[in-house]
């Protein structure tokens, strides 16, 4: 197994010497992206295949969405059938999954940027997450110190306005990714930064505040928001006589 730092360490190495791409590459100063991950895996006497869709698809133990990056996880970018350059093998049309894995990269320290052998043009380099990075995994034979806690459903609560924002960045300042309505059902996990979750919802990632998230449990009350709850304080007499009225009229006190 391969300590993920050591992993880092390599690709960092690629990028402070300006590595150059040349396609079909893995040897010293010059790689391709998933050149990169054969170099670096022979140096710590481990293999992996030369292609990215072989690493998407054998060499990680499962496609994440990238607001789950971690440092030292495995990037992916990918083509949908009929996009332009699309190309997945034969070998892979089987399996159901029909995305071309196209374009590999190691997560950084920053999980906000990818380390990859980039093109001809631009060589080694550290991009962002959010420039079309679609997957991110965990790699086979690489030892992390912390794994992902599985994200679990969560409802969006709010006690004013109708929607919560979810940003690109787990920051008040960071782009907006969207605005996800009040009482809506989201995927949820940890997130480095405190008081801060990583979301999923309607296929959009992103991190939201978690103080505007509740179990999904605790968040509804037979399908009410909590914030559309409203207490009523009356004297013990008046409130005794509310409920026999109720009990009369609709059988439940």
Known sequence: MIPARDLLADFHRMLDEHWRYVWG???TGCVD?????????????????????????????KLLPPSQARPGMAAFKARKPGQKYYAL???????GDLLDYYHVGLVDDDPA????????KTGF?????????????????????????PMSEMRVFCDHGSSVNLRRQPSVSAALVCTVPKGAAV???PCDVPEWMAVQWSGKSGYMMSAFLREADAAT???????????????????????????RVMGVG
């Open 25 to 27: 590459s893995a040897s």
């Open 33 to 61: 992206c998933s050149g990169a991950f054969v170099w670096s895996f022979r140096r710590h006497g481990e293999s992996i295949p030369h292609g990215s869709n072989a690493i998407a698809r054998m060499h990680v133990r």
């Open 89 to 95: 093998p034969d070998k892979y049309k089987s399996s």
């Open 113 to 120: 940027w990818v380390l990859n052998a980039q093109s001809a």
């Open 125 to 149: 380099v550290r991009s962002r997450l959010r420039e079309n990075w679609c997957a991110v995994g965990y790699l086979n034979k690489v030892k992390y110190e912390e794994e992902v806690v």
């Open 187 to 189: 995927e949820a996990g």
């Open 221 to 247: 009350d037979a399908g009410t928001d909590p914030a559309d709850l409203v207490t009523i304080h009356l004297p013990q007499a008046a409130a005794m006589e509310l409920r026999d009225a109720l009990i």
